[in-house]
């Protein structure tokens, strides 16, 4: 139920733990993202909320130490200021924490990439026979998805009217089940054969936690809690399941709808509270900036998955857009995207309210929470301020930071 797709994202041509002492890259402590710093970073990241969004945080991670920084605020009502530990709905980055457990129960011989869907839920998708966890894993399956395209499990998002009344009848708290967006799915023509082509559909991320829980006889969570979680002492990282609140200091996240003809008859709807079962294995993860960055150095620095698995899981295949090569492509729940200074890899995550970067170059991670809000253009804007971030983070250069401007169009937005 992203506001903004992957496709959609793609913007013109595309060249594509608690908070502690923190220092800067230079050893000092680090600036935040508030007006009166200089620190280049924290001026692309005021670029967010320059253009319109409610919040940001960032969190930058390197031999050298940790960078955080704050703009804007993390209540419209009340004006309160963002904390840099807060928690928030990172939505598709969960897909890489399904995606290490998949492939750990390969490593461990209890699945194979190339079992067909059949093997593990027999009879619960047409053609289960030839779609493989491996095609699952990559968006090759051809599956619809229900949760993102018009007449599946959602009002249409394009109309205001439905939207505006289905969230003043509670419709975002309203629980969905796994097997509901399954079915919803199933019920429409797949978009390709299997294995022919790339769609990204959050259904493929649903089965596999289906296919977790089958293969374990526990679900999701309880996997993925002890599997990585726990043992990287992610503490500030959950599931909710059926909550509809998030734990903790947080951020409100924001969905602006029109109220009248005019460009300021608007409002910005608190949607913070929310059930993400719609979202379930493919989206619902609550996380923080810095279990983030921990959780993607363990995986790309091989403390999770041996070399192999890993190196199938980062072989990524460039994705098109509208027939264009973009700099993104994508592996096996792990994305890859070609900055101007060399490769990053990581995956994005938005849902109603919340959008979250996640990358890293091998020896530096950066996380990105962003409270967006506004009109379409005012999207486009944050999306595209977005990457000058991470442009910045990582090559030193980017919108909003005194360098040469991030290429128009290089948003690397998944689901």
């Given at each position: 139920?992203?506001?903004?797709?992957?496709?959609?994202?793609?913007?013109?041509?595309?060249?594509?733990?608690?908070?502690?002492?923190?220092?800067?890259?230079?050893?000092?402590?680090?600036?935040?993202?508030?007006?009166?710093?200089?620190?280049?970073?924290?001026?692309?990241?005021?670029?967010?909320?320059?253009?319109?969004?409610?919040?940001?945080?960032?969190?930058?991670?390197?031999?050298?130490?940790?960078?955080?920084?704050?703009?804007?605020?993390?209540?419209?009502?009340?004006?309160?200021?963002?904390?840099?530990?807060?928690?928030?709905?990172?939505?598709?980055?969960?897909?890489?924490?399904?995606?290490?457990?998949?492939?750990?129960?390969?490593?461990?011989?209890?699945?194979?990439?190339?079992?067909?869907?059949?093997?593990?839920?027999?009879?619960?998708?047409?053609?289960?026979?030839?779609?493989?966890?491996?095609?699952?894993?990559?968006?090759?399956?051809?599956?619809?998805?229900?949760?993102?395209?018009?007449?599946?499990?959602?009002?249409?998002?394009?109309?205001?009217?439905?939207?505006?009344?289905?969230?003043?009848?509670?419709?975002?708290?309203?629980?969905?089940?796994?097997?509901?967006?399954?079915?919803?799915?199933?019920?429409?023509?797949?978009?390709?054969?299997?294995?022919?082509?790339?769609?990204?559909?959050?259904?493929?991320?649903?089965?596999?936690?289906?296919?977790?829980?089958?293969?374990?006889?526990?679900?999701?969570?309880?996997?993925?809690?002890?599997?990585?979680?726990?043992?990287?002492?992610?503490?500030?990282?959950?599931?909710?399941?059926?909550?509809?609140?998030?734990?903790?200091?947080?951020?409100?996240?924001?969905?602006?709808?029109?109220?009248?003809?005019?460009?300021?008859?608007?409002?910005?709807?608190?949607?913070?509270?929310?059930?993400?079962?719609?979202?379930?294995?493919?989206?619902?993860?609550?996380?923080?900036?810095?279990?983030?960055?921990?959780?993607?150095?363990?995986?790309?620095?091989?403390?999770?998955?041996?070399?192999?698995?890993?190196?199938?899981?980062?072989?990524?295949?460039?994705?098109?857009?509208?027939?264009?090569?973009?700099?993104?492509?994508?592996?096996?729940?792990?994305?890859?995207?070609?900055?101007?200074?060399?490769?990053?890899?990581?995956?994005?995550?938005?849902?109603?309210?919340?959008?979250?970067?996640?990358?890293?170059?091998?020896?530096?991670?950066?996380?990105?929470?962003?409270?967006?809000?506004?009109?379409?253009?005012?999207?486009?804007?944050?999306?595209?301020?977005?990457?000058?971030?991470?442009?910045?983070?990582?090559?030193?250069?980017?919108?909003?930071a005194g360098g040469a401007p991030a290429p128009a169009g290089v948003v690397p937005k998944l689901g």
């Amino acid at each position: 139920m992203a506001r903004r797709t992957f496709v959609s994202a793609l913007v013109g041509a595309v060249c594509l733990a608690l908070a502690g002492p923190v220092v800067s890259a230079g050893a000092a402590e680090a600036a935040d993202g508030r007006p009166g710093t200089d620190d280049p970073r924290a001026a692309a990241l005021r670029a967010l909320t320059d253009a319109g969004a409610a919040g940001a945080i960032a969190e930058v991670r390197d031999g050298k130490g940790v960078w955080r920084g704050a703009s804007g605020v993390s209540d419209l009502a009340t004006g309160a200021p963002l904390r840099t530990d807060g928690r928030f709905r990172v939505g598709s980055v969960t897909k890489v924490f399904i995606a290490t457990t998949v492939l750990q129960l390969v490593g461990e011989g209890r699945i194979g990439l190339d079992d067909p869907v059949a093997r593990h839920l027999p009879g619960l998708v047409p053609n289960g026979d030839r779609i493989t966890v491996r095609q699952l894993l990559n968006h090759s399956s051809g599956l619809w998805d229900s949760t993102n395209e018009k007449g599946g499990v959602f009002p249409d998002w394009t109309d205001s009217a439905a939207i505006r009344n289905w969230l003043d009848q509670g419709g975002l708290t309203r629980h969905i089940t796994p097997a509901q967006v399954v079915s919803s799915s199933v019920a429409h023509a797949p978009n390709f054969p299997p294995g022919t082509g790339f769609g990204y559909s959050n259904v493929n991320y649903t089965l596999l936690g289906m296919i977790i829980e089958k293969v374990t006889g526990h679900g999701y969570a309880q996997e993925v809690t002890a599997r990585i979680l726990r043992p990287l002492g992610l503490t500030g990282t959950y599931f909710p399941g059926t909550a509809t609140g998030i734990r903790g200091p947080h951020a409100h996240g924001y969905w602006t709808l029109p109220e009248g003809p005019g460009p300021e008859d608007r409002s910005d709807r608190d949607v913070t509270v929310a059930s993400l079962t719609w979202a379930n294995s493919a989206g619902e993860l609550i996380s923080t900036l810095g279990d983030l960055n921990r959780f993607d150095k363990a995986l790309l620095g091989g403390r999770l998955l041996p070399p192999a698995l890993l190196k199938e899981m980062a072989a990524t295949v460039p994705i098109e857009a509208g027939g264009v090569p973009t700099a993104l492509g994508y592996g096996l729940g792990l994305a890859g995207w070609q900055l101007s200074c060399g490769p990053v890899y990581g995956h994005n995550g938005s849902v109603p309210g919340y959008s979250t970067q996640l990358w890293s170059s091998g020896d530096r991670q950066v996380s990105l929470s962003v409270t967006p809000r506004g009109d379409e253009a005012q999207f486009t804007a944050q999306m595209q301020a977005e990457a000058g971030f991470l442009e910045q983070a990582f090559c030193g250069s980017g919108q909003g930071a005194g360098g040469a401007p991030a290429p128009a169009g290089v948003v690397p937005k998944l689901g």
